[in-house]
Nanobody
Framework: EVQLQASGGGLVQAGGSLRLSCAAP????????IAWYRQAPGKERERISC???????????HYADSVKGRFTISSDDAKRTAYLQMNNLKPEDTAIYYC?????????????????WGQGTQVTVSS
């Protein structure tokens, strides 16, 4: 299990933007996948985005329909950090956001259980 540190959450008005970071200094950024999840009060955890890299510098990204076109996932292998750029935020995006990572994990399966998780960062979008 690798330690992940999620940060960048906060309070923002609807229509605003935030960028979340997932720092993973002990994680090997080679043949890996990193995913972002969120969980709103009273709701189930939702995987909203995933990035996988099977070769250095090559990435495949996946998005849930709820965030497609508004959120962008990326990864900086050299900094060992993944990001989630969130634009045009809506009140329904309010949740605790978590990142998860694993070597050789598939993004193709939304129900896949990642082995390492960050502690979560709160995102609150006011109307």
């Amino acid at each position: 299990e690798v330690q992940l540190q999620a940060s960048g959450g906060g309070l923002v008005q609807a229509g605003g933007s935030l960028r979340l970071s997932c720092a993973a200094p002990g994680f090997v950024f080679d043949d890996y996948a990193i995913a972002w999840y969120r969980q709103a009060p009273g709701k189930e955890r939702e995987r909203i985005s995933c990035i996988e890299s099977n070769k250095p510098g090559q990435y495949t990204t996946h998005y849930a329909d709820s965030v497609k076109g508004r959120f962008t996932i990326s990864s900086d292998d050299a900094k060992r950090t993944a990001y989630l750029q969130m634009n045009n935020l809506k009140p329904e995006d309010t949740a605790i956001y978590y990142c998860a990572a694993e070597r050789s994990a598939p993004c193709d399966y939304p129900d896949y259980e990642f082995g390492s998780w960050g502690q979560g960062t709160q995102v609150t979008v006011s109307s």
